[in-house]
Antibody, heavy 118, light 110 residues
Framework: EVQLVESGGGLVQPGGSLRLSCAAS????????MNWVRQAPGKGLEWVSY????????YYADSVKGRFTISRDNAKNSLYLQMNSLRAEDTAVYYC???????????WGQGTLVTVSS | QSALTQPRSVSGSPGQSVTISCTGT?????????VSWYQHHPGKAPKLMIY???KRPSGVPDRFSGSKSGNTASLTISGLQAEDEADYYC??????????FGTGTKVTVL
């Protein structure tokens, strides 16, 4: 069974940093591209970032470019999102999602909440 | 990009059909056959229901179907069941390895 479990969320002050993790199991993690998606309170879903299987190809939404860094450790079956210079508008539940055949998000985790507030 | 436009809510009685529209532009929905739909029960992981406009992953009931015409994609749920009550989001590829989601639709089973 495919499982994705996010962790690392919490309360952080504006301008602060946080590192999210996503632990993958039930599939060969190194063979799948991955994404981060977020949902602000009361809002819809927003794609955040993409990483290829080897980590050599990476893309970001304009809203996080230059502040967030996606990475992965295939030996640890883990995906990461380093978030710097956090803003109030980054407050959201962050989901990791696997890229599947025909779909950019075929399996999702349950998400981790990030709150940016003073 | 701007979010794709979905109705805020739709409702139906058990057994009825409901259709959710998802309107984009010629730069996303209208330009690519890469529209997917996700069911989201709050507090749980979103679930892929439709991909490539009209394809169903294994395990998704055939009550769920997708289509597209021009800049508008649609998800139809036939034979509505209580467990279908959830939020539904469309998503389209928007070029340059970016994706845009819809505003979300709450489906209520009366």
């Amino acid at each position: 069974e495919v499982q994705l479990v996010e962790s690392g969320g919490g309360l952080v002050q504006p301008g602060g940093s946080l590192r999210l993790s996503c632990a993958a199991s039930g599939f060969t993690f190194s063979s799948y591209e991955m994404n981060w998606v977020r949902q602000a309170p009361g809002k819809g879903l927003e794609w955040v970032s993409y990483i290829s299987t080897s980590g050599s190809t990476i893309y970001y939404a304009d809203s996080v470019k230059g502040r967030f860094t996606i990475s992965r450790d295939n030996a640890k079956n883990s995906l990461y999102l380093q978030m710097n210079s956090l803003r109030a508008e980054d407050t959201a539940v962050y989901y990791c999602a696997r890229v599947g055949v025909g779909s950019p998000f075929d399996y999702w985790g349950q998400g981790t909440l990030v709150t940016v507030s003073s | 990009q701007s979010a794709l436009t979905q109705p805020r809510s739709v409702s139906g009685s058990p057994g009825q059909s409901v259709t959710i529209s998802c309107t984009g532009t010629s730069s996303d929905v209208g330009d690519y056959n890469y529209v997917s739909w996700y069911q989201h029960h709050p507090g749980k992981a979103p679930k892929l229901m439709i991909y490539d406009v009209s394809k169903r992953p294994s395990g998704v009931p055939d009550r769920f179907s997708g289509s597209k015409s021009g800049n508008t994609a649609s998800l139809t749920i036939s034979g509505l069941q209580a467990e279908d009550e959830a939020d539904y989001y469309c998503c389209s590829y928007a070029g340059s390895i970016s994706y845009v989601f819809g505003t979300g639709t709450k489906v209520t089973v009366l």
